[in-house]
């Protein structure tokens, strides 16, 4: 595991009605076994509470996870609330059940990544690190 | 530039100020010292500090949820420190005290902030302290700060606090036997919870026993709360607990007094901070033999110039 010199804070939520958080709570535990600070939110959140979480915590990026098949409303929907609450600067990354057609569509509304069962742990790591370094970059 | 714009937030009482505040004073930022001089101290010195600790699973987080909402029908803004423990190994740490308080997410006057430990005691005091006074300096004249508690090491945190509250919960154990003589003697409230769960009856009546057995000497006697935080019962009676003590410490002198104590810690864990890498320094370049009492050795070292 490399040494992570800036301990990074993100945050996992899930909105949505689905009750199935093995996803979260998984990507939750991996992120901290590589050093980072995860706060998470449980099940059945909306939007604007995920927002207003990850702004509170002042938080470097935001993962969700979802598998009711409700992405495409609720991932921009996720982006549209930190940005009202002042906060469109962090990013956020997607994860779940989401069929190959509806990536580009997703990262075309703001969303920074997807990533669908089978990615390796590895990779997603590696995204939330690239993703926390370029918004703790533009920091002012 | 960076400095003004996250001091005039934190004036104007923006969410993103006050956690982007909370975050440079938790990295030690070179603007830390700024922001908290910034801060009114006589919000600072008037807000309520209430400590919630007890082993894992007791219902601290699910109480502090309910005891929020009992501040804010009064019309009081409350801020929340909730500390989980990081990974020694990773570093990391999930913070998932949040979970519990999530309705209160749209509120703009419920803060909530989750800490780590970051392995260091006295930094997380630095960082949790800190971050205590920036939640009152933005106008939380209550303050709630959440800590896992399982014996005497994790008084340190709760030595922030103005009351202390200890939750424990029938069937977590052997771990009440351990906690018997670190945080008892500590706690200024005794809460059982889940008082709907058998064995609650039992528990509260040892710790009534332990109340009473543990009475300090001139400190009123320690309260014994019962509560079902996960439906909102004993709220009423707990508060009336909390302020009670509150208002007995106010007059007693006993405020003034934790709260310097407090801030005397504070100052010294900073000056073992500070003084810290110098040591490492000295050690580094010292030319000895390694033999003997290593205490022996540190008295010299200091000794020397
Ligand atoms: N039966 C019962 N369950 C409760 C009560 N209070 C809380 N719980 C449940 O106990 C579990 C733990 O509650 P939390 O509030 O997360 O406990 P905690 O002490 O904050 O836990 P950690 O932060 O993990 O140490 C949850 O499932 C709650 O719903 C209660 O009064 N009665
Ligand atoms: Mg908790």
Not at chain 2, 35 to 55: K, N
Not at chain 2, 96 to 123: Q, Y
Request: net charge negative.
């Amino acid at each position: 595991m490399p040494e992570q010199k800036k301990t990074y804070r993100v945050l996992i939520g899930k909105p949505g009605l689905d009750g199935h958080d093995r996803g979260a709570k998984f990507i939750a535990r991996a992120l901290r076994d590589a050093g980072f600070e995860v706060v998470y939110t449980g099940i059945r959140r909306t939007p604007e509470e995920i927002a207003a979480a990850a702004v509170q915590e002042d938080v470097s990026a935001v993962g969700l996870s979802l598998l009711s098949g409700a992405h495409m409303s609720l991932f921009p929907a996720v982006v549209r609330a930190l940005r009202n609450a002042g906060a469109g600067d962090i990013p956020v990354l997607g994860g779940g059940i989401i069929p190959d057609e509806d990536i580009g569509p997703l990262k075309d509304s703001g969303i920074n990544a997807v990533y669908t069962p089978g990615t390796p742990v590895d990779k997603i790591i590696a995204a939330f690190r690239s993703a926390c370094e370029s918004q703790e970059a533009g920091r002012t | 530039m960076k400095s003004e714009h996250i001091l005039k937030g934190l004036r104007d009482r923006d969410p993103r100020g006050i956690a982007r505040a909370i975050s440079l004073v938790e990295e030690n930022d070179p603007l830390s010292d700024e922001i908290l001089a910034s801060l009114d101290d006589s919000l600072v010195d008037q807000a309520m500090v209430l400590g919630i600790t007890g082993p894992p699973g007791a219902g601290k987080s699910t109480l502090t949820d309910r005891i929020i909402t009992k501040y804010r029908s009064q019309g009081r803004r409350v801020g929340v420190i909730a500390v989980d423990p990081s990974s020694p190994i990773s570093g990391g740490a999930i913070l998932g005290d949040r979970i519990r308080m999530m309705g209160h997410a749209l509120d703009h006057d419920v803060v909530v902030r989750s800490m780590a430990t970051r392995g260091r005691l006295g930094g997380l005091c630095a960082a949790a302290g800190a971050a205590m006074r920036i939640l009152a300096g933005s106008g939380c004249s209550v303050i709630i700060i959440e800590t896992v508690g399982v014996g005497q090491s994790e008084m340190d945190i709760i030595r922030l606090a103005d009351i202390t509250s200890l939750v424990l919960a029938p069937g977590l154990g052997d771990d009440i036997q351990a906690m018997k003589a670190g945080l008892l003697e500590v706690a200024d409230i005794l809460i059982v919870n889940k008082a709907d769960c058998a064995g609650a009856e039992t528990l509260a009546m040892d710790m009534e026993a332990i109340a009473r057995e543990g009475v300090r000497k001139e400190k009123v006697e320690t309260k014994v709360c019962m509560t079902v935080a996960s439906e909102g019962k004993g709220i009423n009676e707990l508060l009336a607990a909390i302020e009670a003590v509150d208002a007995s410490h106010r007059e007693s002198g006993e405020r003034r007094i934790r709260r310097e104590k407090a801030y005397d810690l504070e100052v010294l864990d900073w000056a073992l901070e500070l003084i810290k890498p110098s040591i490492i320094e000295k050690i580094g370049k010292w030319d000895h033999d390694r033999k003997g009492a290593p205490r022996l050795q540190a008295a010299r070292l200091l000794a020397q110039e």
